[in-house]
């Protein structure tokens, strides 16, 4: 048997192992010690346990009880607000090769894989002002005249989701330079209200975990929110290739949306023009 490789020295070098895994296994198949080895980095990284995505706490010591912070207490009360939401999910698989394409190309430019998710949500959420609207108390739809896409951020201890506003509108080198910041602030606990506060659209986004499939929950004030799950090699039909077959990367989106006011036929006429513009993402660079 080969010698096992060292393990990888930084996240970056983890995703490479798992290019490389994919490329020299048998029809892309990536082996489980590559992919754990991988995870483990990556847990390392973005500060997560054991690979499991759970967030590091310090539990006291013989088990008790420990005081929740505000932003935690914040979270709880939100996630209570949204069980009277009457919503659905939707799902679909989406291919993400010239996605990584432009990505790869754009790279050494700044741009950041946040930003553009964000830049090809808002650019389809453009098309779909249902999708952007929210659910109003006295039994209206609020439709918003700006596009502005949070992305949920994990930060020790909870959650905060800073807001690309006016994102379809915006370029994609703008968006990467507010999102470092955004998420910079966030850390560092600067963040004004509005720039976390304003989004009309939400994306929680586990692709650098490794999870297969996802569902999120719907944010108070908002008509949806997406999640985006990691994306993997698989077999598909290909016509014109010489086999019939080929191996292309895919990923898994749920839509959860607010029933109220949303339809699935709307979810689903979403999901297939954000797919439409994953696949051909050349116009997000304009």
């Known amino acids: 048997a080969a010698a096992s490789a060292p393990p990888p020295a930084s996240a970056s070098d983890a995703v490479a192992v798992a290019a490389a895994a994919v490329s020299a296994g048998k029809f892309g198949a990536v082996s489980e010690d590559e992919v754990q080895r991988a995870l483990s980095v990556l847990s390392q990284a973005l500060g997560v346990s054991g690979g499991s995505g759970a967030p590091v706490y310090s539990p006291p010591g013989g088990g008790g009880s420990v005081e929740m912070t505000g932003m935690q207490k914040a979270i709880a009360k939100n ?37 553009l998710l964000a830049k090809a949500v808002a650019v389809t959420l453009a098309k779909h002002p249902l999708m952007n609207a929210a659910y109003g108390a006295s039994g209206t739809i609020d439709y918003r005249a700006d596009v502005n ?61 490794a999870v297969d499939k996802f569902a999120a929950i719907l944010p108070p004030g908002q008509g949806a929110i997406l999640a985006v799950a990691s994306a993997a090699p698989a077999i598909v039909a290909m016509p014109k290739a010489l086999t019939g077959m080929g191996i292309e990367k895919r990923m898994t989106v749920t839509l959860t949306c607010d029933h109220r006011i949303i339809s699935g036929a709307d979810a689903a006429l979403f999901l297939k023009d954000l797919q439409k513009v994953v696949e051909a993402p050349a116009g997000l660079a304009k």
């Open 149 to 209: 896409v949070a992305q949920a951020v994990a930060l020790d201890g909870g959650l905060i989701t800073p807001t690309l506003q006016n994102a379809d509108a915006t370029s994609l080198a703008d968006l990467s330079a507010s999102w470092k910041d955004l998420v910079a602030r966030a850390k560092s606990g600067s963040l004004k209200p509005d720039e976390y506060q304003s989004g009309t659209f939400t994306i929680s986004n586990l692709g650098m975990m």
């Open 79 to 115: 996630m209570e607000a949204t069980l009277g939401v009457p919503v659905f999910r939707v799902s679909k698989q989406i291919a993400t090769d010239a996605f990584d394409a432009m990505y790869r190309k754009l790279k050494p430019e700044g741009v950041t894989v946040s930003a």
